[in-house]
């Protein structure tokens, strides 16, 4: 492996892996060969700079403490060093002076939720600052960057300003709609301060500085230097300087162009000794991965390419370059967004020259050349046009594809580049693609009844997911919690919901229904005969064509292979019991039984049949009047599912905990585990 390779590997190893792991990967050293002692010297030096980077929070965890620093974009940088307050609103830049209580960021707690961790690892902050109080502030005078801001919007439309302030500055916060347009386009990346940018700027500036002769390269460094400061350092653009300044540093030295793969290994080893937690971040992947696409696939393609007629080779190329970047892209945006736009290289192949003349007339406005508004103000219109027109186009929805999906997919994309750089046979590359397509789809060949109790605090939502795609959600957890339940379902790949089902009408589970309503297509909602019939959910129900199935004690229901048993209510009961309207479920698979109880007092558990179930979800949160020895002892459960949150109700109680542990089954508590995934095999056919 060539040294430059090498080193950036080494890099790479020390900032994913940290400290204890990676002392381990040095071990990998021997079968790198000449590049042996360069990844040893990457991953040295990666090591320290972990050291040299600590987490200055560690051990302030739950504690309360005042803070004082700059406050810029929603975070604040003490001596200490940098945390994420939660002020909401959130108050202008200035200078402020807080306390609160120091807290971990969060993991998610649930598939497809947002992860606080790594987000805010990718920035280098380590604490959130919770229940804020503002001792001091002081605002802050005018800085460049807002006096660019401002110069930029002046005489522009404000959704071109916005664009400007976001394609030159990376300041997002005026997008509004605008940003979720882009990304549902698949144009999302040309938000991102990048190499695009940096391209831009340096050749504007060769151009301009070209009677200089090679002065012009440490002069247009200079300026490349100022564009990082006044638009901040972004793990993208951050990449793209180091890789240009690399580039720059080549020509005037007379060694000439330095070529892409090398100017990247070399910036990916700088920017990680400068910044190792920079790898956490989402613009660090995408940007990295974007180049080594373009490095990998564009030059076979662009030989491929080089015998048509110029138009179409050009319209080619352009294409080409699309598909490069972002081929090594396509699992981790379904990982985060779980969307890939099917027209995205259409839609980049027209924005890319909206772009190329918008970026410089957009320089040339922040440095006060005025006849650029025009123009600028035409660009921006139709590059928005175009985000918006191809946002309505087809998309793939797809699941997050795990680590195992990472991995096939890697090998497909490893294939297919061997092949078009010559080192595997043709005929071969659509085999091993074949073979990482039939490993995807293996664990199909073995269906399971999966069960997914959702996190949604203190509610309850239970997902059921069966062999050929029958899917059904029973609840949607409180109003607040809809939006996470969504989240959860596209994180999963449901793109529609055979059945909903409210089991009664408590705003801790029915409050999110709305937001389900919203996200995915329900094929019909299953109520109790005692629900109200003028619910908020089954009103919006309605208004979507939605049917409505009533039930009750005795009802039975087939949904695909699932057979649904309805166990209460009864005709009648008393007024004033809510809880004892709950529908309780017992759902069958292949020999496989799971028992919903809603929030079914106990005293009426009693009153159910023997109702064997290998999975069972606590009535009521856990609480003591619920999930009684009697429904237990009938059940015989392995697992019983807990949907709990914070709460003042004691919940889940102590003895409802004792009774399950008696009853030799295994509490799993959303409050201490987020969600919770079991799955269920058949019964074997001889049984």
Same mark, same amino acid.
């Given at each position: 492996?060539?040294?430059?390779?090498?080193?950036?590997?080494?890099?790479?190893?020390?900032?994913?892996? +940290?400290?204890?792991?990676?002392?381990?990967?040095?071990?990998?050293?021997?079968?790198?060969?000449?590049?042996?002692?360069?990844?040893?010297?990457?991953?040295?030096?990666?090591?320290?700079?972990?050291?040299?980077?600590?987490?200055?929070?560690?051990?302030?965890?739950?504690?309360?403490?005042?803070?004082? +620093?700059?406050?810029?974009?929603?975070?604040?940088?003490?001596?200490?060093?940098?945390?994420?307050?939660?002020?909401?609103?959130?108050?202008?830049?200035?200078?402020?002076?807080?306390?609160? =209580?120091?807290?971990?960021?969060?993991?998610?707690?649930?598939?497809?939720?947002?992860?606080?961790?790594?987000?805010?690892?990718?920035?280098?902050?380590?604490?959130?600052?919770?229940?804020?109080?503002?001792?001091?502030?002081?605002?802050?005078?005018?800085?460049?960057?807002?006096?660019?801001?401002?110069?930029?919007?002046?005489?522009?439309?404000?959704?071109?300003?916005?664009?400007?302030?976001?394609?030159?500055? $990376?300041?997002?916060? +005026?997008?509004?709609?605008?940003?979720?347009?882009?990304?549902?386009?698949?144009?999302?990346?040309?938000?991102?301060?990048? $190499?695009?940018?940096?391209?831009?700027?340096?050749?504007?500036?060769?151009? @301009?500085?070209?009677?200089?002769?090679?002065?012009?390269?440490?002069?247009?460094?200079?300026?490349?230097?100022?564009?990082?400061?006044?638009? $901040?350092?972004?793990?993208?653009?951050?990449?793209? +300087?180091?890789?240009?300044?690399?580039?720059?540093?080549?020509?005037? /030295?007379?060694?000439?162009?330095?070529?892409?793969?090398? %100017?990247?290994?070399?910036?990916?080893?700088?920017?990680?000794?400068?910044?190792?937690?920079?790898?956490?971040?989402?613009?660090?992947?995408?940007?990295?991965?974007?180049?080594?696409?373009?490095?990998?696939?564009?030059?076979?393609?662009?030989?491929?390419? @080089?015998?048509?007629?110029?138009?179409?080779?050009?319209?080619?190329?352009?294409?080409?370059?699309?598909?490069?970047?972002?081929?090594?892209?396509?699992?981790?945006?379904?990982?985060?967004?779980? /969307?890939?736009?099917?027209?995205?290289?259409?839609?980049?192949?027209? &924005?890319?020259?909206?772009?190329?003349?918008?970026?410089?007339? %957009?320089?040339?406005?922040?440095?006060?050349?005025?006849?650029?508004?025009?123009?600028?103000?035409?660009?921006?219109?139709?590059?928005?046009?175009?985000?918006?027109?191809?946002?309505?186009?087809?998309?793939?929805?797809?699941?997050?594809?795990?680590?195992?999906?990472?991995?096939?997919?890697?090998?497909?994309?490893?294939?297919?580049?061997?092949?078009?750089?010559?080192?595997? &046979?043709?005929?071969?590359?659509?085999?091993?693609?074949?073979?990482?397509?039939?490993?995807? /789809?293996?664990?199909?060949?073995?269906?399971?009844?999966?069960?997914?109790?959702?996190?949604?605090?203190?509610?309850?939502?239970?997902?059921?997911?069966?062999?050929?795609?029958?899917?059904?959600?029973?609840?949607?957890?409180?109003?607040?919690?809809?939006?996470?339940?969504?989240?959860?379902?596209?994180?999963?790949?449901?793109?529609?919901?055979?059945?909903?089902?409210?089991?009664?009408?408590?705003?801790?589970?029915?409050?999110?229904?709305?937001?389900?309503?919203?996200?995915?297509?329900?094929?019909?909602?299953?109520?109790?005969?005692?629900?109200?019939?003028?619910?908020?959910?089954?009103?919006?129900?309605?208004?979507?064509?939605?049917?409505?199935?009533?039930?009750?004690?005795?009802?039975?229901?087939?949904?695909?292979?699932?057979?649904?048993?309805?166990?209460?209510?009864?005709?009648?009961?008393?007024?004033?019991? *809510?809880?004892?309207?709950?529908?309780?479920?017992?759902?069958?698979?292949?020999?496989?039984?799971?028992?919903?109880?809603?929030?079914?007092?106990?005293?009426?558990? *009693?009153?159910?049949? *023997?109702?064997?179930?290998?999975?069972?979800?606590?009535?009521?949160?856990?609480?003591?009047?619920?999930?009684?020895?009697?429904?237990?002892?009938?059940?015989?459960?392995?697992?019983?599912?807990?949907?709990?949150?914070?709460?003042?109700?004691?919940?889940?109680?102590?003895?409802?905990?004792?009774?399950?542990?008696?009853?030799?089954?295994?509490?799993? =508590?959303?409050?201490?585990?987020?969600?919770?995934?079991?799955?269920?095999?058949?019964?074997?056919?001889?049984?």
């Amino acid at each position: 492996m060539p040294p430059v390779y090498a080193l950036a590997l080494g890099s790479l190893a020390a900032a994913w892996l +940290g400290l204890p792991l990676g002392l381990w990967a040095a071990a990998a050293a021997a079968i790198l060969g000449r590049g042996r002692w360069a990844y040893l010297l990457g991953l040295g030096v990666g090591l320290a700079s972990v050291l040299l980077h600590p987490n200055p929070y560690a051990g302030d965890y739950g504690r309360t403490a005042v803070l004082a +620093g700059p406050y810029r974009q929603g975070f604040l940088y003490p001596a200490r060093g940098p945390v994420y307050p939660e002020l909401f609103p959130r108050p202008a830049d200035g200078w402020l002076r807080l306390e609160g =209580r120091l807290v971990r960021p969060r993991r998610p707690r649930n598939p497809g939720g947002f992860d606080q961790a790594a987000w805010l690892a990718g920035r280098g902050v380590a604490a959130l600052l919770r229940e804020v109080r503002v001792r001091d502030r002081r605002p802050a005078p005018p800085d460049l960057r807002e006096r660019a801001a401002r110069r930029l919007a002046q005489g522009l439309p404000p959704r071109v300003a916005a664009l400007a302030q976001a394609m030159v500055l $990376g300041d997002r916060r +005026g997008l509004g709609e605008l940003a979720r347009r882009f990304q549902r386009a698949g144009l999302a990346h040309l938000l991102a301060l990048s $190499g695009l940018h940096v391209g831009v700027l340096l050749g504007f500036m060769l151009l @301009a500085l070209y009677p200089l002769g090679r002065l012009r390269y440490p002069l247009a460094l200079l300026a490349l230097v100022g564009y990082l400061a006044l638009a $901040g350092p972004s793990p993208s653009l951050v990449r793209a +300087g180091l890789m240009a300044a690399a580039g720059l540093t080549a020509l005037y /030295l007379g060694r000439g162009r330095l070529a892409a793969a090398p %100017a990247l290994a070399l910036a990916a080893a700088v920017q990680l000794w400068l910044t190792p937690y920079a790898i956490h971040s989402l613009s660090f992947q995408l940007s990295y991965l974007a180049v080594a696409g373009l490095v990998v696939f564009l030059p076979p393609l662009a030989r491929a390419l @080089a015998r048509p007629p110029a138009p179409w080779r050009w319209a080619g190329l352009g294409l080409a370059t699309t598909l490069a970047a972002q081929a090594p892209l396509v699992p981790l945006l379904l990982d985060r967004f779980h /969307l890939l736009p099917l027209l995205a290289p259409l839609a980049n192949l027209l &924005a890319y020259p909206l772009v190329a003349l918008f970026l410089p007339l %957009a320089f040339l406005k922040l440095a006060g050349v005025g006849w650029a508004t025009a123009p600028l103000a035409w660009l921006g219109n139709a590059l928005a046009g175009v985000a918006g027109a191809f946002a309505a186009g087809p998309a793939l929805a797809w699941g997050s594809p795990g680590p195992s999906g990472y991995g096939l997919y890697a090998l497909a994309l490893l294939a297919v580049a061997l092949a078009l750089w010559g080192r595997l &046979a043709p005929a071969r590359a659509p085999a091993v693609v074949a073979l990482a397509v039939g490993l995807a /789809l293996l664990p199909g060949a073995f269906p399971v009844l999966e069960v997914w109790q959702l996190d949604v605090g203190e509610g309850h939502a239970t997902l059921i997911r069966a062999p050929g795609g029958v899917e059904a959600l029973i609840d949607a957890g409180p109003e607040w919690a809809g939006r996470r339940v969504a989240d959860a379902l596209r994180a999963l790949g449901v793109d529609d919901l055979d059945l909903l089902v409210l089991t009664h009408p408590d705003r801790d589970h029915t409050g999110g229904a709305g937001a389900v309503l919203a996200a995915v297509p329900v094929g019909a909602v299953l109520v109790s005969r005692l629900h109200p019939g003028d619910d908020a959910p089954l009103r919006r129900a309605r208004r979507l064509g939605v049917r409505i199935l009533p039930a009750g004690y005795g009802d039975r229901l087939r949904l695909g292979p699932l057979s649904i048993g309805v166990w209460n209510p009864p005709p009648r009961v008393p007024a004033g019991e *809510d809880n004892a309207k709950s529908l309780v479920l017992r759902i069958g698979w292949r020999g496989r039984h799971v028992l919903v109880l809603g929030d079914l007092p106990r005293r009426l558990e *009693d009153r159910l049949p *023997d109702l064997p179930s290998e999975v069972v979800v606590a009535g009521h949160h856990g609480a003591a009047n619920g999930t009684g020895q009697t429904v237990l002892a009938r059940a015989r459960p392995r697992a019983v599912l807990v949907g709990v949150g914070p709460n003042p109700f004691g919940h889940p109680s102590p003895a409802t905990l004792e009774r399950i542990a008696k009853a030799g089954a295994w509490a799993y =508590r959303t409050d201490r585990l987020g969600a919770v995934r079991v799955t269920l095999a058949p019964y074997p056919s001889w049984r």
